[in-house]
């Protein structure tokens, strides 16, 4: 395999960072889920009125993005100290096995070390053996009593009607 690199995303990076999330949401079964719009992209990583909340790492070969992984900061109140979560790690098909998943997860390992953080935290779904193999393989470890849960739509609407006013 030709070179790669592994870098901070750019606002140019936008239009193949949607395409790759694409990608993944096929893969992930759930290619009607993705809402995002280059804009929301453009807006959450490259904010013009602030700093961002959300990072992203691009994967090259060849001068083409191939990979991603999509993080942003979190802080755990048993440590007291902040960490990644990575909402996102994909590599095209194609490349798999080539070291850039590993790579994109060491970029973001050295991070959270070289800042003095904690943890690098993520989910994989539980049907993708591929990735629990490839995660068990870099020594992650399952959090297996903890149980995921989201609110959005209607029932994170109501629940926000009952938030006390200011």
Do not use: C, K
Not at 112 to 129: C, H, K, M, Q, S
Not at 137 to 156: K, N, Q, T
């Amino acid at each position: 395999m030709a070179p790669h690199t592994i870098r901070p995303a750019e606002p140019a990076d936008v239009p193949a960072l949607l395409t790759l999330v694409r990608e993944l949401a096929e893969y992930e079964r759930e290619p009607d889920a993705v809402e995002a719009t280059h804009e929301h992209f453009e807006q959450a990583l490259f904010p013009a009125d602030g700093e961002a909340r959300s990072h992203a790492l691009v994967a090259e070969a060849e001068g083409e993005v191939v990979g991603l992984a999509v993080w942003y900061v979190t802080f755990s109140t048993w440590t007291g100290r902040h960490g990644i979560w990575l909402e996102d790690l994909y590599v095209r098909p194609a490349l798999r096995g080539s070291g850039l998943g590993t790579a994109l997860l060491a970029s973001l390992a050295a991070t959270v070390v070289d800042r003095g953080w904690r943890r690098l935290e993520w989910w994989v779904l539980g049907w993708n053996t591929p990735s629990i193999a490839f995660y068990d393989s870099l020594g992650a470890r399952p959090m297996g009593d903890w149980v995921h849960y989201r609110m959005d739509g209607d029932e994170l609407a109501t629940l926000a009607a009952r938030a006390p006013s200011a």
